[in-house]
């Protein structure tokens, strides 16, 4: 399965960009967690090492922070963002072929720069034993969680993230008004993450 | 955060630095272009649109004035962006008007903080970092319904207005307005006037060809908002803590300085005239600055002269920042600098033009 | 948990899906900033959002992560703010004479330079409503604007520089000029609230 999915949201993000190019570094950190995780699996699929992976991840946000300003929204942000990705990734890996020390288990091969190309269960960023685990169990228990939400607001949070349907679309499937949408959406978001919450981050980092 | 604003918005002026001969050239022929013509084509780009109907202009100064209108008139919180090439700089803007008495206040968003406060045409400013705070008056802000209203009103001479279709900016529906120059001696602008009340939501100043200089826009609006004006009037009092300055600015003429004009540069009038007195130094002795102001009515064009001093006056050139030219240039013991939102051929046309009245 | 939590929370979701503006949203971006739990809430949601699209999971490191950005961001700023000190001050042949170059070693303190009248202790460059801001290098190439097309809905025109930037300098006496001559905004119809607002909008960052 790719990233086939838009990411949700456009105008939110333009209004974070605008808001970082405005003055509020905090802004530019809504975007980051927003969308680390998808940078890190798309930068995974072209490097192996995982340290590597985060590094470059970390290069591309600041790459997108210094030109920030030149992104005016004629495109999506995650598209601007994916390209940054893609190129300093790219780079990094011409970086790498030229050093002899790396060795080529860092690598993948050269068909992996294909943004469309996906390798199956490879794993993801963090590759550690422990880290497969801990990804495995936050999937498990987000299904679960999504399995035991009464229909209504299963419906509209599956309409909003994987139909990436706007409020007042899903209120027209739905038949209900927006304030509706909205509510079920967060109420839905609320239980799910209530069992998410502590699986995440509740170490501050297990790397270093 | 202030490092990242110097990669956004570094205070530069572009400068291009040209021969003074190649320059002069320029003027002259931008002079014969500016004072001979009265009726004029369209500048390329700006290109004509459908025929004119038979009172093509009564549009010009009706949106203007419903848009100048909204703007004094209505209360608005919103966050305001202007940006040109890569650099952009925001606010946030609080206005209310009680009928008799406009105020606002301005927060700057980038670059080092300030807040602006207006009350009329008082304005002071303070500068959190300095504590400092200066106060002055803008007699001018209440000049534009005058403009319109006079006899010899010009804007509809040199500027056509028409609709151009509808957009959205920060939540509201817009009319789109191209205000289109008849010469090439000014610049065209692109107008979002917000449906409802005019207020100008969004504005772009477009050159020759119509590729956009500068843009200005809203993107957080909140129209008819909830503006408490004590509380403004409170902050704009508060100056404990701050030194305040007051620029001293000394209405005068042109005339009575000793200057003229002795080419008048199409559509464009004097304003007024002020002179700003400059403290000695140890390098240069007590001077005045002149600041004489000119309009079309969209644009306006500033001519500063002083006294000439080799040791800050080098090089004659043209600078640039967004949509705003100028170029200086040696007339004699002076020096002038011409500052203007209007292309260089307009700016060159004001300096050829001044002179020593004799 | 607290009401306030719970509305906090409610409006990091509506956040999530670009539903707030204004003050609202303002004030949500603050509080994800400011507030642990509300950081965890809009962590949780993404995660959330992006294990239901891709049925692939992560997360557990992501603040970590963002606290390693930040670092390298504020040290990102500094690289850049003398980065650009020298660019600006880049020796100009064409500029013989003190005309006009920002001279970091001398300007803070040459008074001089500031030819307004200023009250005794308002040396400070930065005191003097001084606006100013340059084409920097690196333009976008949109294409011209066809004004005559008249489309119905028009297209953002992106905003460009009309030539290449060749020369950039800094020069604070154009920068008070500049603001004086933006003082006088009254007199054109288009203030946009109000001409004096674009002065104080513009800031040069004279560090």
Partial sequence: MTDALPPVTTDSDLMLVERTVAGDQRAFELLVIKYQRRIQRLIGRMVRDVDLVEDIAQETFIRAYRALH???????????????????????????????????????????????????????????????????????????????????????????????????????????????????????????SEKVKPLLDNQSGKRW | MRPMQITLFTGCWLRRVRDAALALAAVAGACSVGVAQTAVSPA?????????????????????????????????????VVSSGSSMASAKIWHICDGQNQMERVESLSGPPRSTFRRDDQVITFLPESK???????????????????????????????????????????????????????????????????????????DVDGRVLEQSAFSELQLDAPV?????????????????????????????????????????????????????????????????????????????VELFDRRHHGQEGQMVIGATQTITRRIGDWWLTVVGEAPAQTLAAFAQGLERKK | MTNDTLKTREAISALADGQLRGQEF??????????????????????????????????????????????????????????????????????????????????????????????????????????????????????????????AAPASATVVAIEQPQIMIRDPRLDELLAAHKQFGGTSALQMPAGFLRNATFEVPNR
């Fill in chain 3, 26 to 151: 303002a004030r949500v971006v603050e509080a994800v900033s400011k507030d642990d739990d509300a950081r965890a809430t809009w962590h949780a949601y993404h995660v959330v959002g992006d294990v239901l699209r891709s049925g692939d999971a992560a997360g557990h490191n992501d603040l970590a992560f963002v606290a390693r950005l930040q670092i390298r961001l504020k040290s990102e700023e500094v690289a850049v703010q003398s980065a650009d000190a020298v660019k600006l001050i880049a020796p100009d042949a064409i500029n013989a004479g003190a005309n006009g170059q920002f001279d970091t070693k001398r300007d803070s303190a040459n008074v001089s330079r500031f030819r307004w009248k200023l009250v005794a202790g308002l040396a400070s460059f930065t005191a003097v409503a001084a606006v100013g801001w340059g084409l920097v290098g690196g333009l976008s190439t949109a294409p011209t604007v066809n004004l005559a097309a008249a489309p």
């Fill in chain 2, 132 to 206: 400092h705070a200066v106060a002055e008056r803008r007699e001018s802000l209440g000049l534009f319904p005058n403009l319109l209203q006079s006899a010899d009103s010009s804007i509809a001479q040199f500027y056509s207005a028409r609709q151009a279709g509808h957009d959205r900016v920060a939540g509201f529906d817009a009319d789109v307005v191209v205000l289109q120059p008849k010469d090439k001696l000014r610049y065209g602008y692109r107008v979002w006037s917000e449906k409802r009340t005019g207020l100008v939501v969004k504005l772009q100043t477009l």
């Fill in chain 1, 70 to 192: 030149q992104f005016r929204g004629d495109a999506q942000f995650y598209t601007w963002l994916y390209r940054i990705a893609v190129n300093t990734a790219k780079k990094a890996l011409l970086e790498l072929k030229r050093d002899p020390t790396v060795s080529e288990g860092s690598l993948r091969s050269g068909d992996d720069d294909d943004e469309t190309s996906w390798h199956g269960n490879e794993p993801t960023s963090d590759e550690t034993p422990e880290s497969v685990l801990a990804a495995k169990e936050i999937a498990a228990v987000v299904n679960a969680a999504m399995d035991a939400l009464p229909a209504d607001l299963r419906q509209a949070v599956t309409l909003r993230e994987i139909e990436g349907l706007s409020y007042e679309e899903i209120s027209t499937v739905m038949n209900c008004p927006i304030g509706t949408v909205r509510s079920r959406i967060f109420r839905a978001r609320e239980a799910i």
């Fill in chain 2, 228 to 304: 408490n004006m004590t509380k403004l009037n409170q902050m704009m009092s508060n100056t404990e803590g701050y030194k305040v300055d007051r620029p001293e600015m000394i209405k005068t003429t042109a005339a009575v300085e000793g200057w003229v004009l002795k080419a008048p540069v199409a559509g464009f009038k004097a304003m007024s005239c002020f002179k700003r007195p400059v403290a000695a130094t140890e390098t240069a002795a007590a001077d005045n600055t002149m600041q004489w102001i000119f309009s079309d009515g969209l644009a306006s064009v500033s001519l500063f």
């Fill in chain 2, 44 to 80: 390329p780009g700006l290109s004509s649109g459908p025929v004119e109907t038979a009172q093509p202009d009564r549009g010009i100064n009706e949106w203007l004035l419903r848009m100048h209108e909204a703007s004094r008139r209505r209360a608005y919180i919103g966050t305001f």
